[in-house]
Nanobody, 118 residues
Framework: VQLQASGGGLVQAGGSLRLSCAAS????????VGWFRQAPGKEREFVAT????????SYANSVKGRFAISGDSGKNTVDLQMNSLKAEDTAVYYC????????????WGQGTQVTVSS
Protein backbone atom coordinates (compact mmCIF):
# COMPACT_ATOMS: atom_id res chain seq x y z
CA VAL A 1 0.00 0.00 0.00
CA GLN A 2 1.31 3.43 -0.94
CA LEU A 3 -0.12 6.57 0.61
CA GLN A 4 0.24 10.07 -0.78
CA ALA A 5 -0.68 13.04 1.41
CA SER A 6 -1.37 16.41 -0.18
CA GLY A 7 -3.13 19.71 0.39
CA GLY A 8 -0.91 21.38 2.94
CA GLY A 9 0.07 25.02 2.78
CA LEU A 10 0.19 28.36 4.52
CA VAL A 11 -3.03 29.80 5.89
CA GLN A 12 -3.99 32.54 8.32
CA ALA A 13 -5.48 31.71 11.69
CA GLY A 14 -9.19 31.11 11.33
CA GLY A 15 -8.80 29.82 7.80
CA SER A 16 -9.35 26.39 6.30
CA LEU A 17 -7.40 23.72 4.48
CA ARG A 18 -8.34 20.35 3.09
CA LEU A 19 -5.81 17.54 3.18
CA SER A 20 -6.16 14.45 1.05
CA CYS A 21 -4.66 10.99 1.47
CA ALA A 22 -4.65 8.95 -1.73
CA ALA A 23 -4.05 5.23 -1.47
CA SER A 24 -2.88 2.72 -4.04
CA UNK A 25 -1.98 -0.91 -3.87
CA UNK A 26 -3.66 -3.54 -1.72
CA UNK A 27 -5.84 -1.11 0.16
CA UNK A 28 -8.61 -3.65 0.81
CA UNK A 29 -6.66 -4.91 3.82
CA UNK A 30 -6.43 -1.46 5.38
CA UNK A 31 -9.77 -0.77 7.04
CA UNK A 32 -8.68 2.20 9.08
CA VAL A 33 -6.98 5.37 7.88
CA GLY A 34 -5.70 7.94 10.28
CA TRP A 35 -4.24 11.41 10.21
CA PHE A 36 -1.39 12.32 12.54
CA ARG A 37 0.72 15.41 12.94
CA GLN A 38 4.11 16.35 14.27
CA ALA A 39 5.08 19.86 15.24
CA PRO A 40 8.72 20.92 15.56
CA GLY A 41 10.24 19.62 18.77
CA LYS A 42 7.15 17.59 19.63
CA GLU A 43 6.16 13.98 19.31
CA ARG A 44 3.81 12.82 16.61
CA GLU A 45 0.21 12.92 17.77
CA PHE A 46 -3.08 11.46 16.67
CA VAL A 47 -5.52 13.76 14.87
CA ALA A 48 -8.38 11.69 13.44
CA THR A 49 -9.31 8.29 12.07
CA UNK A 50 -11.80 6.96 9.53
CA UNK A 51 -12.96 3.36 9.28
CA UNK A 52 -14.02 2.18 5.83
CA UNK A 53 -16.17 -0.72 7.02
CA UNK A 54 -18.46 1.37 9.24
CA UNK A 55 -17.82 4.98 8.25
CA UNK A 56 -17.06 5.71 11.87
CA UNK A 57 -14.73 8.52 12.83
CA SER A 58 -12.79 9.61 15.88
CA TYR A 59 -10.95 12.82 16.71
CA ALA A 60 -8.41 14.18 19.11
CA ASN A 61 -10.00 16.55 21.60
CA SER A 62 -7.84 19.39 20.30
CA VAL A 63 -9.47 19.25 16.84
CA LYS A 64 -12.98 18.04 17.67
CA GLY A 65 -15.57 20.36 16.20
CA ARG A 66 -13.06 21.98 13.84
CA PHE A 67 -11.77 19.09 11.73
CA ALA A 68 -13.75 16.53 9.78
CA ILE A 69 -12.42 13.30 8.28
CA SER A 70 -14.18 11.54 5.43
CA GLY A 71 -13.58 8.78 2.92
CA ASP A 72 -14.34 8.59 -0.80
CA SER A 73 -14.37 4.96 -1.92
CA GLY A 74 -14.56 5.90 -5.58
CA LYS A 75 -11.38 7.92 -5.42
CA ASN A 76 -9.84 5.77 -2.67
CA THR A 77 -9.01 8.86 -0.67
CA VAL A 78 -9.46 9.95 2.91
CA ASP A 79 -9.72 13.69 3.36
CA LEU A 80 -9.24 15.88 6.40
CA GLN A 81 -11.18 19.13 6.29
CA MET A 82 -9.60 21.58 8.72
CA ASN A 83 -11.56 24.67 9.71
CA SER A 84 -10.95 27.44 12.24
CA LEU A 85 -7.26 26.73 12.10
CA LYS A 86 -5.05 27.90 14.93
CA ALA A 87 -1.33 28.56 15.14
CA GLU A 88 -0.98 25.43 17.26
CA ASP A 89 -2.23 23.34 14.35
CA THR A 90 1.03 24.06 12.56
CA ALA A 91 2.74 20.74 11.90
CA VAL A 92 3.63 18.17 9.31
CA TYR A 93 0.53 16.07 8.74
CA TYR A 94 0.80 12.39 7.91
CA CYS A 95 -1.78 9.88 6.84
CA UNK A 96 -1.43 6.24 7.78
CA UNK A 97 -3.33 3.00 7.30
CA UNK A 98 -3.77 -0.15 9.31
CA UNK A 99 -5.77 -3.33 9.04
CA UNK A 100 -8.03 -2.35 11.90
CA UNK A 101 -8.24 -1.55 15.57
CA UNK A 102 -5.62 -3.44 17.52
CA UNK A 103 -3.14 -3.40 14.66
CA UNK A 104 -0.24 -1.03 14.24
CA UNK A 105 -0.32 1.59 11.52
CA UNK A 106 1.79 -0.17 8.93
CA UNK A 107 1.61 2.21 5.99
CA TRP A 108 2.55 5.88 6.13
CA GLY A 109 2.44 8.72 3.68
CA GLN A 110 5.28 11.19 3.24
CA GLY A 111 3.68 14.09 5.12
CA THR A 112 2.43 17.49 4.09
CA GLN A 113 3.29 20.77 5.84
CA VAL A 114 0.54 22.88 7.33
CA THR A 115 1.53 26.32 8.59
CA VAL A 116 -0.97 28.58 10.31
CA SER A 117 0.09 32.18 10.77
CA SER A 118 -1.30 34.11 13.71
Amino acid sequence: VQLQASGGGLVQAGGSLRLSCAASGRTFRSDEVGWFRQAPGKEREFVATFRWSTGSTSYANSVKGRFAISGDSGKNTVDLQMNSLKAEDTAVYYCAARQGAGYNYRYWGQGTQVTVSS
